[in-house]
């Protein structure tokens, strides 16, 4: 079945560090791939999504590149803030069933 | 426009009984889905609906029942609490799986 695997944390860095949390996944066919940010005591929110190959992803600084050769979806930002100290989840959606979502990488940013 | 709204927030329960989780969206989506979250193992599916009326078992039914008479709600019902269904609970709605889902904000539940 469909699975989606990302680096586990907790990944703690400095602030203006660059950032990547690495996701890979196994699914049938050509999946859509999402990042997804939880903030403290909050649902989740889409961050950025990517729907073939090739495609990019943006937002709030953060980017992640639909790699159908390495079946990956790494996300990356340049310069982190306290401010994304957040668990981001990589998930998918095949068209076989709701997202499946990795287990999640909790980052923390210290000033 | 409210999204996605769960109810209740937080809820304690003692084994055996039985409680409805609400989630109601406004956003007229078709897909609807129940997860839950549990510490270090990411979210996983409950049951889900394509639309009123049709619903299907996730990865983790058991002890789970759902109903989708509408397309606004889609409840969630616990049949006989166990301290495994301890958890925290999303409800989250899609026009299309592509587009990406909208989480409700959680019931966090206690089971004891």
Known sequence: GDSVTQMEGPVTLSEEAFLTINCTYTATGYPSLFWYVQYPGEGLQLLLKATKADDKGSNKGFEATYRKETTSFHLEKGSVQVSDSAVYFCALYSGNTPLVFGKGTRLSVIA | NAGVTQTPKFQVLK??????????????????????QDPGMGLRLIHYSVGAGITDQGEVPNGYNVSRSTTEDFPLRLLSAAPSQTSVYFCASSKGGNYGYTFGSGTRLTVV
């Open chain 2, 15 to 36: 084994t055996g009984q039985s409680m409805t989780l609400q989630c109601a969206q406004d956003m007229n989506h078709e897909y609807m889905s129940w997860y839950r």
